[in-house]
Protein backbone atom coordinates (compact mmCIF):
# COMPACT_ATOMS: atom_id res chain seq x y z
CA UNK A 1 0.00 0.00 0.00
CA UNK A 2 1.37 3.55 -1.03
CA UNK A 3 1.80 6.13 2.11
CA UNK A 4 -0.27 8.62 1.48
CA UNK A 5 1.24 12.35 1.95
CA UNK A 6 -0.24 14.56 4.76
CA UNK A 7 -1.68 17.74 3.91
CA UNK A 8 -1.97 18.90 7.88
CA UNK A 9 0.87 21.70 8.56
CA UNK A 10 3.46 20.90 10.40
CA UNK A 11 4.00 23.57 13.46
CA UNK A 12 6.20 21.71 15.63
CA UNK A 13 9.14 23.55 14.15
CA UNK A 14 7.41 27.23 14.83
CA UNK A 15 9.36 29.40 17.44
CA UNK A 16 6.81 30.36 20.34
CA UNK A 17 6.82 34.23 18.87
CA UNK A 18 5.49 32.51 15.33
CA UNK A 19 3.05 30.49 17.10
CA UNK A 20 1.34 33.56 18.89
CA UNK A 21 1.16 35.60 15.69
CA UNK A 22 -0.01 32.80 14.18
CA UNK A 23 -2.37 32.31 16.97
CA UNK A 24 -3.44 36.45 16.92
CA UNK A 25 -4.10 36.08 12.80
CA UNK A 26 -6.57 33.21 13.72
CA UNK A 27 -8.35 35.20 16.40
CA UNK A 28 -8.44 38.05 14.05
CA UNK A 29 -9.65 35.93 11.24
CA UNK A 30 -12.31 34.65 13.44
CA UNK A 31 -14.20 37.62 15.01
CA UNK A 32 -13.68 39.64 10.79
CA UNK A 33 -15.71 36.63 9.88
CA UNK A 34 -18.40 36.79 13.24
CA UNK A 35 -18.61 40.48 12.20
CA UNK A 36 -19.28 40.05 8.47
CA UNK A 37 -21.90 37.56 9.70
CA UNK A 38 -23.51 40.22 11.19
CA UNK A 39 -23.56 42.81 8.95
CA UNK A 40 -25.01 40.11 6.58
CA UNK A 41 -27.95 39.01 8.68
CA UNK A 42 -28.49 42.98 9.51
CA UNK A 43 -28.64 44.04 5.92
CA UNK A 44 -30.93 40.82 4.73
CA UNK A 45 -33.08 41.80 7.77
CA UNK A 46 -33.18 45.54 6.97
CA UNK A 47 -34.20 44.98 3.31
CA UNK A 48 -36.61 42.71 4.39
CA UNK A 49 -38.16 44.87 6.86
CA UNK A 50 -38.25 47.91 3.50
CA UNK A 51 -39.45 45.30 0.98
CA UNK A 52 -42.52 44.49 3.42
CA UNK A 53 -42.64 48.05 4.47
CA UNK A 54 -42.84 49.45 0.83
CA UNK A 55 -45.56 46.87 0.05
CA UNK A 56 -47.51 47.71 2.55
CA UNK A 57 -47.22 51.32 2.12
CA UNK A 58 -48.62 50.52 -1.41
CA UNK A 59 -51.47 48.27 -0.64
CA UNK A 60 -52.14 50.77 2.18
CA UNK A 61 -51.93 53.85 -0.41
CA UNK A 62 -54.07 51.00 -2.97
CA UNK A 63 -56.82 50.52 -0.06
CA UNK A 64 -57.61 54.56 0.42
CA UNK A 65 -57.48 54.93 -3.11
CA UNK A 66 -60.05 52.46 -3.92
CA UNK A 67 -62.03 53.67 -1.10
CA UNK A 68 -62.09 57.21 -2.31
CA UNK A 69 -63.26 55.94 -5.69
CA UNK A 70 -65.97 54.37 -3.89
CA UNK A 71 -66.63 57.32 -1.55
CA UNK A 72 -70.12 58.98 -1.34
CA UNK A 73 -68.03 62.12 -1.79
CA UNK A 74 -66.84 61.25 -5.18
CA UNK A 75 -69.90 59.83 -6.47
CA UNK A 76 -71.25 63.72 -5.50
CA UNK A 77 -68.43 65.34 -7.07
CA UNK A 78 -68.57 63.47 -9.98
CA UNK A 79 -72.51 64.28 -10.55
CA UNK A 80 -72.34 67.20 -9.68
CA UNK A 81 -73.93 69.76 -12.11
CA UNK A 82 -75.75 66.63 -13.65
CA UNK A 83 -79.93 66.52 -13.54
CA UNK A 84 -80.60 69.82 -12.97
CA UNK A 85 -83.52 70.23 -15.18
CA UNK A 86 -86.82 71.20 -13.87
CA UNK A 87 -88.90 68.23 -12.23
CA UNK A 88 -92.50 67.90 -12.15
CA UNK A 89 -92.23 64.47 -10.31
CA UNK A 90 -90.32 62.76 -8.46
CA UNK A 91 -87.28 61.26 -10.11
CA UNK A 92 -85.11 57.91 -8.26
CA UNK A 93 -81.81 57.78 -10.65
CA UNK A 94 -80.27 54.34 -10.75
CA UNK A 95 -76.59 54.66 -10.49
CA UNK A 96 -76.96 58.00 -11.88
CA UNK A 97 -78.01 57.03 -15.58
CA UNK A 98 -81.23 55.25 -15.24
CA UNK A 99 -84.74 57.51 -14.23
CA UNK A 100 -87.82 56.13 -12.74
CA UNK A 101 -90.15 58.87 -12.74
CA UNK A 102 -92.99 58.52 -9.74
CA UNK A 103 -96.12 60.78 -10.49
CA UNK A 104 -97.53 60.71 -6.93
CA UNK A 105 -97.80 64.05 -5.05
CA UNK A 106 -96.33 61.81 -1.89
CA UNK A 107 -94.49 58.62 -3.19
CA UNK A 108 -93.15 55.81 -1.30
CA UNK A 109 -89.91 53.98 -1.85
CA UNK A 110 -88.78 50.90 0.09
CA UNK A 111 -85.11 49.06 -0.59
CA UNK A 112 -85.25 45.35 0.43
CA UNK A 113 -82.47 44.26 2.94
CA UNK A 114 -80.16 42.87 0.48
CA UNK A 115 -80.84 46.42 -1.75
CA UNK A 116 -81.34 44.19 -4.47
CA UNK A 117 -85.30 44.72 -4.97
CA UNK A 118 -86.72 48.16 -4.69
CA UNK A 119 -90.64 49.10 -3.98
CA UNK A 120 -92.00 52.31 -5.30
CA UNK A 121 -96.15 52.39 -4.47
CA UNK A 122 -97.89 49.66 -3.97
CA UNK A 123 -97.80 48.38 -7.36
CA UNK A 124 -94.36 48.70 -9.06
CA UNK A 125 -91.03 47.35 -8.53
CA UNK A 126 -87.56 47.08 -9.99
CA UNK A 127 -84.50 44.80 -9.33
CA UNK A 128 -80.80 46.42 -9.02
CA UNK A 129 -77.20 45.19 -8.79
CA UNK A 130 -75.54 46.51 -5.58
CA UNK A 131 -71.95 46.52 -7.19
CA UNK A 132 -71.23 47.24 -10.77
CA UNK A 133 -67.64 46.92 -12.07
CA UNK A 134 -66.48 46.33 -8.68
CA UNK A 135 -67.49 49.76 -7.61
CA UNK A 136 -70.68 50.70 -5.06
CA UNK A 137 -73.52 51.35 -6.47
CA UNK A 138 -75.15 54.47 -5.70
CA UNK A 139 -78.70 55.94 -6.16
CA UNK A 140 -80.34 59.62 -5.65
CA UNK A 141 -83.85 60.60 -4.91
CA UNK A 142 -84.86 63.82 -6.43
CA UNK A 143 -88.52 65.66 -5.21
CA UNK A 144 -89.05 68.54 -6.59
CA UNK A 145 -90.55 71.84 -5.38
CA UNK A 146 -94.14 70.86 -4.85
CA UNK A 147 -93.49 67.55 -3.82
CA UNK A 148 -92.63 64.97 -0.75
CA UNK A 149 -91.64 61.58 -0.69
CA UNK A 150 -90.59 58.41 1.86
CA UNK A 151 -87.85 56.16 1.62
CA UNK A 152 -87.23 53.14 3.63
CA UNK A 153 -83.49 52.29 2.60
CA UNK A 154 -81.26 48.75 2.61
CA UNK A 155 -80.51 49.03 6.25
CA UNK A 156 -84.67 49.60 7.67
CA UNK A 157 -83.28 53.21 8.24
CA UNK A 158 -86.31 56.03 6.85
CA UNK A 159 -86.11 59.22 5.66
CA UNK A 160 -88.89 61.83 4.81
CA UNK A 161 -87.58 64.77 2.09
CA UNK A 162 -89.76 67.43 1.97
CA UNK A 163 -90.04 69.64 -1.45
CA UNK A 164 -86.60 70.65 -3.38
CA UNK A 165 -84.33 67.82 -1.99
CA UNK A 166 -82.00 65.30 -2.71
CA UNK A 167 -80.93 62.37 -1.29
CA UNK A 168 -78.05 60.37 -2.42
CA UNK A 169 -77.01 57.01 -1.06
CA UNK A 170 -75.83 53.35 -1.51
CA UNK A 171 -78.04 50.75 -2.63
CA UNK A 172 -77.02 48.28 0.27
CA UNK A 173 -73.89 49.83 2.98
CA UNK A 174 -71.03 48.06 2.74
CA UNK A 175 -68.52 48.96 4.89
CA UNK A 176 -67.86 50.34 8.45
CA UNK A 177 -70.19 53.59 8.26
CA UNK A 178 -73.48 54.22 6.47
CA UNK A 179 -73.33 57.49 4.63
CA UNK A 180 -75.85 59.02 3.13
CA UNK A 181 -75.41 62.85 1.48
CA UNK A 182 -78.27 65.45 1.17
CA UNK A 183 -79.63 68.76 -0.12
CA UNK A 184 -83.04 70.43 1.28
CA UNK A 185 -84.68 68.90 4.51
CA UNK A 186 -85.23 66.04 5.58
CA UNK A 187 -86.21 64.18 8.94
CA UNK A 188 -83.89 60.78 9.40
CA UNK A 189 -85.30 58.05 11.80
CA UNK A 190 -82.32 56.01 11.63
CA UNK A 191 -82.25 51.68 12.43
CA UNK A 192 -80.05 51.16 15.23
CA UNK A 193 -76.74 49.26 14.75
CA UNK A 194 -74.00 50.24 17.59
CA UNK A 195 -71.27 48.98 14.65
CA UNK A 196 -72.39 50.94 11.78
CA UNK A 197 -72.92 54.37 12.34
CA UNK A 198 -74.85 56.17 10.16
CA UNK A 199 -73.64 59.34 8.71
CA UNK A 200 -75.44 62.46 7.08
CA UNK A 201 -72.87 64.80 4.80
CA UNK A 202 -73.63 67.63 3.73
CA UNK A 203 -70.55 70.21 2.31
CA UNK A 204 -68.37 70.77 5.01
CA UNK A 205 -70.53 69.00 7.84
CA UNK A 206 -71.69 66.27 8.77
CA UNK A 207 -74.14 64.35 11.33
CA UNK A 208 -73.04 60.60 13.44
CA UNK A 209 -75.44 58.49 14.70
CA UNK A 210 -76.18 54.98 15.70
CA UNK A 211 -80.21 55.27 16.41
CA UNK A 212 -82.72 58.33 16.70
CA UNK A 213 -84.59 60.92 14.83
CA UNK A 214 -83.72 63.75 13.60
CA UNK A 215 -84.38 66.54 11.07
CA UNK A 216 -81.47 67.65 8.94
CA UNK A 217 -82.27 71.46 6.81
CA UNK A 218 -79.84 72.29 3.79
CA UNK A 219 -81.05 73.96 1.33
CA UNK A 220 -78.93 75.44 -0.93
CA UNK A 221 -80.54 79.27 -0.65
CA UNK A 222 -80.16 79.29 2.94
CA UNK A 223 -77.47 80.78 4.95
CA UNK A 224 -77.05 77.91 7.47
CA UNK A 225 -77.41 74.12 7.50
CA UNK A 226 -79.62 73.59 10.53
CA UNK A 227 -80.31 69.90 12.21
CA UNK A 228 -82.88 69.21 15.27
CA UNK A 229 -82.21 66.33 17.62
CA UNK A 230 -85.74 64.72 18.71
CA UNK A 231 -84.50 61.80 20.37
CA UNK A 232 -81.40 59.95 20.72
CA UNK A 233 -77.97 61.39 20.40
CA UNK A 234 -76.04 63.06 17.57
CA UNK A 235 -72.39 64.56 16.81
CA UNK A 236 -71.96 66.94 14.56
CA UNK A 237 -68.77 67.63 13.13
CA UNK A 238 -67.63 70.36 11.06
CA UNK A 239 -64.93 72.83 9.08
CA UNK A 240 -64.54 75.92 11.75
CA UNK A 241 -62.55 79.06 9.88
CA UNK A 242 -59.54 78.64 12.13
CA UNK A 243 -56.15 79.57 10.02
CA UNK A 244 -56.12 75.52 9.48
CA UNK A 245 -59.48 74.97 8.17
CA UNK A 246 -59.40 71.91 11.03
CA UNK A 247 -62.57 69.85 11.97
CA UNK A 248 -64.59 70.40 15.33
CA UNK A 249 -66.87 68.04 16.72
CA UNK A 250 -70.11 68.70 19.29
CA UNK A 251 -72.99 66.38 20.60
CA UNK A 252 -76.18 67.85 20.87
CA UNK A 253 -79.46 66.05 22.87
CA UNK A 254 -83.08 66.30 22.41
CA UNK A 255 -84.98 69.30 21.86
CA UNK A 256 -81.77 71.36 20.41
CA UNK A 257 -81.34 72.75 17.28
CA UNK A 258 -77.35 73.21 15.96
CA UNK A 259 -77.26 76.20 13.34
CA UNK A 260 -73.86 75.87 10.75
CA UNK A 261 -73.15 79.11 9.39
CA UNK A 262 -72.16 78.08 6.00
CA UNK A 263 -70.11 81.91 5.66
CA UNK A 264 -68.21 82.08 8.72
CA UNK A 265 -68.23 78.24 9.48
CA UNK A 266 -69.44 78.64 12.93
CA UNK A 267 -71.73 76.61 15.21
CA UNK A 268 -74.25 77.84 17.83
CA UNK A 269 -76.48 75.91 19.30
CA UNK A 270 -80.05 76.17 20.85
CA UNK A 271 -83.09 74.47 23.29
CA UNK A 272 -86.27 75.42 22.02
CA UNK A 273 -89.57 74.10 20.99
CA UNK A 274 -88.72 71.39 18.21
CA UNK A 275 -92.52 70.19 17.21
CA UNK A 276 -92.52 72.74 14.10
CA UNK A 277 -89.18 71.13 11.91
CA UNK A 278 -91.26 67.23 12.27
CA UNK A 279 -94.81 68.57 11.91
CA UNK A 280 -94.39 68.87 7.75
CA UNK A 281 -94.13 65.14 7.40
CA UNK A 282 -97.75 65.24 8.60
CA UNK A 283 -98.83 68.15 6.45
CA UNK A 284 -98.92 70.70 9.40
CA UNK A 285 -97.03 73.77 9.43
CA UNK A 286 -96.24 75.35 12.58
CA UNK A 287 -95.23 78.84 12.88
CA UNK A 288 -93.68 80.84 16.38
CA UNK A 289 -92.69 84.51 15.85
CA UNK A 290 -91.59 83.93 12.90
CA UNK A 291 -91.30 86.64 10.08
CA UNK A 292 -94.07 86.53 6.88
CA UNK A 293 -91.11 86.31 4.32
CA UNK A 294 -89.66 82.88 6.09
CA UNK A 295 -93.65 81.66 6.52
CA UNK A 296 -93.69 82.61 2.37
CA UNK A 297 -90.77 81.16 1.46
CA UNK A 298 -91.77 77.56 3.41
CA UNK A 299 -95.15 77.86 1.36
CA UNK A 300 -93.67 78.74 -1.74
CA UNK A 301 -91.32 75.98 -1.55
CA UNK A 302 -93.97 73.81 -0.63
CA UNK A 303 -96.70 74.46 -3.30
CA UNK A 304 -94.14 75.19 -5.67
CA UNK A 305 -94.84 78.45 -6.43
CA UNK A 306 -93.52 82.17 -6.64
CA UNK A 307 -94.67 84.60 -4.24
CA UNK A 308 -93.33 88.28 -3.81
CA UNK A 309 -94.17 90.52 -0.91
CA UNK A 310 -93.86 93.75 -1.90
CA UNK A 311 -93.85 95.69 1.66
CA UNK A 312 -90.95 95.40 3.28
CA UNK A 313 -92.48 96.07 6.97
CA UNK A 314 -94.87 93.70 6.61
CA UNK A 315 -92.24 90.96 5.41
CA UNK A 316 -90.54 91.47 8.78
CA UNK A 317 -94.06 91.03 11.11
CA UNK A 318 -94.07 87.93 12.51
CA UNK A 319 -96.76 85.40 12.82
CA UNK A 320 -97.95 82.26 15.10
CA UNK A 321 -100.03 79.75 14.64
CA UNK A 322 -100.81 76.38 12.35
CA UNK A 323 -101.43 75.95 8.41
CA UNK A 324 -102.91 72.89 6.99
CA UNK A 325 -100.60 72.85 4.14
CA UNK A 326 -102.42 69.86 2.33
CA UNK A 327 -105.48 72.60 2.27
CA UNK A 328 -104.84 74.56 -1.74
CA UNK A 329 -102.52 77.00 -1.78
CA UNK A 330 -104.80 80.27 -1.90
CA UNK A 331 -106.63 78.88 1.11
CA UNK A 332 -103.12 78.86 3.29
CA UNK A 333 -102.71 82.51 1.97
CA UNK A 334 -106.55 83.18 2.83
CA UNK A 335 -105.97 81.88 6.77
CA UNK A 336 -102.53 84.39 6.79
CA UNK A 337 -104.78 86.96 5.74
CA UNK A 338 -106.97 86.69 7.87
CA UNK A 339 -104.49 88.02 10.72
CA UNK A 340 -103.24 90.74 9.75
CA UNK A 341 -104.32 93.62 7.11
CA UNK A 342 -102.48 92.66 3.04
CA UNK A 343 -103.62 92.49 -0.20
CA UNK A 344 -102.80 89.56 -2.81
CA UNK A 345 -102.93 88.86 -6.24
CA UNK A 346 -102.36 85.28 -8.18
CA UNK A 347 -100.93 85.43 -11.34
CA UNK A 348 -100.65 82.26 -13.01
CA UNK A 349 -98.02 80.61 -10.92
CA UNK A 350 -96.77 83.56 -9.28
CA UNK A 351 -98.19 85.44 -5.57
CA UNK A 352 -98.04 89.03 -5.25
CA UNK A 353 -98.47 90.66 -1.63
CA UNK A 354 -98.72 94.05 -0.84
Not at 82 to 100: F, S, T, Y
Not at 105 to 115: D, H, M, Q, R
Not at 227 to 254: A, E
Request: net charge neutral; glycine share 4%; proline share 2%.
Amino acid sequence: MKKQESNNANFTDLSNNEKNQLKNRVTDSIYTYIQRKRFVKYAISIAAASVVGFFSVGIFNKINNNNNQFSIENFVRTTEGKNLEPLENVKLLLNGNQDIEIDDENSSIAYSSTGQEIKIGNEKSVNQDIIKDKNIVFNTLIVPYGKRSEIRLADGSKVWLNSGSKLIFPVSFIGKTREVYIEGEGIFEVAHDKNHPFIVKTSNHEIEVLGTVFNVSNYADDNAVNTVLQSGSVQISFKNNSFFNSKKSIKITPGTIAIYNKANKSLNTNEEDIEKYFSWREGIFIFKNDPLHIIMKKIARYYNIEIVINDASLANETFSGHLDVKDHVENVITTIKETTEFQYHIDDNKITIN
